[in-house]
T-cell receptor
Framework: AQTVTQSQPEMSVQEAETVTLSCTYDTSESDYYLFWYKQPPSRQMILVIRQEAYKQQNATENRFSVNFQKAAKSFSLKISDSQLGDAAMYFCAYLQGGSEKLVFGKGTKLTVNP | DTGVSQDPRHKITKRGQNVTFRCDPISEHNRLYWYRQTLGQGPEFLTYFQNEAQLEKSRLLSDRFSAERPKGSFSTLEIQRTEQGDSAMYLC??????????????FGPGTRLTVT
């Protein structure tokens, strides 16, 4: 079974600085997708960014970018110019091609200090 | 554009009671998913529907749990004879599905269940 590991239970960053959240996954499949979701306190989960495994280019969405290392099975999220509104739980998730079941990591709690 | 909605947002019930949650997906989405999230954990998959057909169920979904999506629109998740271990956030998500759409799942705000 596929597993997703987020080794940092908590991270903190100063406002306007850059932070990187780590995620590794275990799979023997070649067709899959990876996601980062953000879950603010008492609010719903929001998709931040996605990456298709067949694409070599790292995905970017405004201040959010990923470092996708397929051979190492690593998928880290970089947040640039951190803002107070970025404070949330961040979940890394894996979706196998042909499946509908997202597999989530345990999450990283990000604190942004003013 | 309305997102995924869930009702109720919070439910407190006594052990042994039955509870039912409702999820309304994004209107054009034909896939609907239920996940459960306990404190300090990521969401865990429970089941999913394509239109009205329930196509996959997790082993987490014991016999006390049943989900329906009768007309391929909204869905209900019922838990019978609730136990304290059922206390969790129940999340609903929907997607347009492949190949006509994308594989991105959009989540609702969740229903937080507390069993006393």
């Amino acid at each position: 079974a596929q597993t997703v590991t987020q080794s940092q239970p908590e991270m903190s960053v100063q406002e306007a600085e850059t932070v990187t959240l780590s995620c590794t996954y275990d799979t023997s499949e070649s067709d899959y997708y990876l996601f980062w979701y953000k879950q603010p306190p008492s609010r719903q989960m929001i998709l931040v960014i996605r990456q298709e495994a067949y694409k070599q280019q790292n995905a970017t969405e405004n201040r959010f970018s990923v470092n996708f290392q397929k051979a190492a099975k690593s998928f880290s999220l970089k947040i640039s110019d951190s803002q107070l509104g970025d404070a949330a739980m961040y979940f890394c998730a894996y979706l196998q091609g042909g499946s509908e079941k997202l597999v989530f990591g345990k999450g990283t709690k990000l604190t942004v200090n003013p | 554009d309305t997102g995924v909605s869930q009702d109720p947002r919070h439910k407190i019930t006594k052990r042994g009671q039955n509870v039912t949650f409702r999820c309304d997906p994004i209107s054009e989405h034909n896939r609907l998913y239920w996940y459960r999230q306990t404190l300090g954990q990521g969401p865990e998959f429970l089941t999913y529907f394509q239109n009205e057909a329930q196509l996959e169920k997790s082993r987490l979904l014991s016999d006390r749990f049943s989900a329906e999506r009768p007309k391929g629109s909204f869905s209900t998740l019922e838990i019978q004879r609730t136990e304290q271990g059922d206390s969790a956030m129940y999340l609903c998500a929907s997607s347009l599905g492949r190949p006509s759409g994308t594989y991105e799942q959009y989540f609702g705000p969740g229903t937080r269940l507390t069993v006393t």
